[in-house]
């Protein structure tokens, strides 16, 4: 699937709706530069899951939990992981892997772990096309 996004409220709007579709054990993983607005649509995606809480960057955290929904959110920004290993330390391989995660994890920076998620996971690209415009294309790796 592929659409244009004018403004921040519609990719907030794209991630709701995305998350319709959602199930228990779904991995999704963002394609993107840094301000394309991966965590604009990971904010709706969590609504979309029926969390009350704000997503923020967790960009000093890795990792934020968002609680209140049908199962819980694992978001994940990879971009400040110093190393792979820092990842297996952290206990991070559970939330990539269907068979043990017990909600949906998505993640921000997915290159930095590369191997670590495993397959079948969705993948959202975003791209900037101008300042306020962006094309987000969504796939499936099985
Ligand atoms: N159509 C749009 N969709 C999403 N964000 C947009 C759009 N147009 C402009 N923006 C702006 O782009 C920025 C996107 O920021 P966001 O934090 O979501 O990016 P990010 O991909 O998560 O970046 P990072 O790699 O730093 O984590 C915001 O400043 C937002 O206001
Ligand atoms: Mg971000």
Not at 11 to 18: A, H, N, V, Y
Not at 61 to 82: A, C, K, Q
Not at 112 to 129: F, T
Request: glycine fraction near 10%.
């Amino acid at each position: 699937m592929e659409r244009i996004t004018r403004n921040k409220e519609e990719t907030i709007s794209l991630g709701k709706e995305f998350a319709k579709n959602i199930k228990k054990g779904d991995i999704v993983i963002f394609n993107g530069d840094l301000g394309a607005g991966k965590t604009h649509f990971a904010k709706g995606f969590t609504e979309g899951i029926g969390s009350k809480n704000l997503v923020t960057s967790p960009t000093f955290t890795i990792m934020n939990i968002y609680e209140g929904g049908r199962f819980p959110v694992y978001h994940f920004d990879m971009y400040r992981l110093s190393s792979m290993e820092e990842a297996e330390e952290l206990g991070f391989e559970e939330y990539f892997d269907k068979n043990s995660l017990d909600g949906v994890s998505i993640v921000e920076w997915p290159s930095q772990v590369e191997g670590l998620i495993k397959k079948p996971y969705y993948v959202v690209s975003i791209e900037k096309l101008d300042d306020n415009t962006r094309k987000i294309t969504i796939g499936r790796e099985e």
